[in-house]
């Protein structure tokens, strides 16, 4: 029995075919023939394709430049309307003397209005605000009958023990204050 390798070399070697060259030419390999109406319908289409996209590039760089023009007009504006630092102080500033003003003429009409009556507005001072809670009794509490303050809402409240004694006293101490002033209504 022979091997398969010594079956190969009792084959016969065929050529393969060569593609047809076109002597006129110096090596262009030629796959067919190309009729010459071929040639210009080609010739046609690509130069209307060529066309067409040379008009849409003029198209396109017509609307960017169009655009670039918004653009700019937008950013003049924004700086047109963006306040600047110095101005904007100068706004606030105004308007902070603005509401100076007018909160000055309410608290006057609110005097005003108080005077009428025959009353007077009497307000803590800033630094004594908070000075309630620092009056102290010498038992260590807070002595709610002598502390030197204006009525808050939050001091409606009854003290747990009530010296009825010295609440009798300052209520007849009153009643004879009313009996000897005038009284105006």
Request: contains cysteine; charged residues 30%.
């Amino acid at each position: 029995m022979s091997s398969p390798l010594a079956s190969l070399s009792k084959t016969r070697k065929v050529p393969l075919p060569s593609e047809p060259m076109n002597p006129g030419r110096r090596g262009i390999r030629i796959y067919g023939d190309v009729p010459a109406s071929h040639d210009s319908e080609l010739m046609a289409f690509m130069t209307r394709k060529l066309w067409d996209l040379e008009q849409q590039v003029k198209a396109q760089t017509d609307e960017i430049l169009s655009k670039d023009q918004k653009i700019a007009a937008l950013e003049d504006l924004v700086q047109t309307l963006r306040p600047h630092p110095a101005e904007a102080t100068l706004q606030r500033q105004e308007e902070l003397e603005t509401m100076c003003v007018q909160l000055q003429r309410q608290v006057r009409e609110m005097e005003r209005f108080l005077s009428d009556y025959g009353l007077q507005w009497v307000g803590e001072p800033m630094d004594q605000e908070d000075s309630e809670s620092k009056t102290v009794s010498e038992h260590g509490e807070r002595d709610w009958m002598t502390a030197k303050k204006f009525w808050k809402p939050g001091d409606s409240l009854a003290p747990p023990e009530v010296d009825f004694d010295r609440l009798l006293a300052s209520l007849q101490d009153l009643s004879e204050l009313v009996v000897e002033g005038d009284t105006q209504v």
